[in-house]
């Protein structure tokens, strides 16, 4: 069984208001998005830039 651990997140207001329109729309967390997000960056179907926008198709 996973063990969560919980950690503080500082997004930039657009990244914040866009993952709580995502989550009201999609009915997911925030805390499920952020791990589906980063797990598909960690899997390279991102791009690595850190400032990149491609996170969330709209």
Known sequence: MAV???TTLYPDPDVHKTLR?????SEW???NLVN??????L???QRT???SRTCFAT
Do not use: C, D, I, Q
């Not at 329109?21 to 729309?25: F, L, Q």
């Not at 589906?36 to 960056?41: I, L, Q, T």
């Open 21 to 25: 329109m995502k989550a009201a729309v």
């Open 29 to 31: 967390s925030l805390s």
């Open 43 to 45: 899997a390279g179907t």
């Open 4 to 6: 969560t651990r919980r």
């Open 49 to 51: 830039s850190p400032r």
């Open 36 to 41: 589906e997000a980063v797990r598909a960056a």
